[in-house]
């Protein structure tokens, strides 16, 4: 079953920085760390993904502990158009693909 | 490039129906993957197929089936349809590998039981 798991909520101020965390202990050492973000009746949308080291795009920068166990997913100056669910993806123990319960973000003015 | 397209978007049907719902692919991708998502159970991963055949399968019973044809669409059957089957069903596709490549989403069918 799965094995990523995110905090239910989130809240950040417009203009602040958001830190999602994630732990996804059964990434095995080959397969990445995906993160995708859902708006509302929207299909999720890819942000970023990573191996080993920390990455960086237009849309937010993502740090993986050294073990690789968990990461972090920053999204540098939150808006209101970054209010969405937002969901690492791991790979549980079967194989079976993981999408986590996704963390709900709430951009507040 | 067009991005994914899912057929029909919105649908109505009563228990013990049958639903049969399809996944046009971005071109060139071979990869595609269907999941549920309700409100209670989130995001679900259903099955993956690849080049026409089932490569991952996860939690649902056997009323579930999908298939890929030679042209990377794919199609998703329900039978014997039960009121918790309401959800949003959305495909994804992708060039290869679930965890190793990019998953492009569609906008999903919505299927209603009553």
């Known amino acids: 079953d799965a094995k990523t798991t995110q905090p239910t909520s989130m809240d950040c101020a417009e203009g602040r920085a958001a830190n999602l965390p994630c732990n996804h202990s059964?990434?095995?050492?080959?397969?990445?760390v995906y993160w995708y973000r859902q708006i509302h009746s929207q299909g999720p949308q890819y942000i970023i993904h990573?191996?080993?080291n920390n990455e960086t795009n237009e849309m937010a920068s993502l740090i993986i502990t050294e073990d690789r166990k968990s990461s972090t997913l920053i999204l540098p100056h939150a808006t209101l158009r970054d209010t969405a669910v937002y969901y690492c993806?791991?790979?549980?123990?079967?194989?079976?693909?993981?999408f986590g319960a996704g963390t709900t973000v709430t951009v507040r003015a | 490039k067009a991005g994914v397209t899912q057929t029909p978007r919105y649908l109505i049907k009563t228990r013990g129906q049958q639903v049969t719902l399809s996944c046009s692919p971005i071109?060139?991708?071979?990869?595609v993957s269907w999941y549920q998502q309700t409100p209670g159970q989130g995001l679900q991963f259903l099955f993956e197929?690849?080049?026409?055949?089932?490569?991952n399968k996860g939690n649902f019973p056997g009323r579930f089936s999908g298939r890929q044809f030679s042209n990377s669409r794919s199609e998703m059957n329900v039978s014997t349809l039960e009121l918790g089957d309401s959800a949003l069903y959305l495909c994804?596709?992708?060039?290869?590998?679930?965890?190793?490549?990019?998953?492009?989403f569609g906008e999903g069918s919505r299927l209603t039981v009553l």
């Open positions: 994804a596709s992708s060039l290869g590998d679930l965890l190793t490549g990019e998953l492009f």
């Open positions: 197929y690849f080049s026409e055949t089932q490569r």
């Open positions: 059964t990434i095995s050492g080959n397969e990445y």
């Open positions: 990573g191996l080993k």
């Open positions: 993806i791991g790979r549980s123990n079967d194989y079976k693909l993981s």
């Open positions: 071109s060139g991708h071979r990869s």
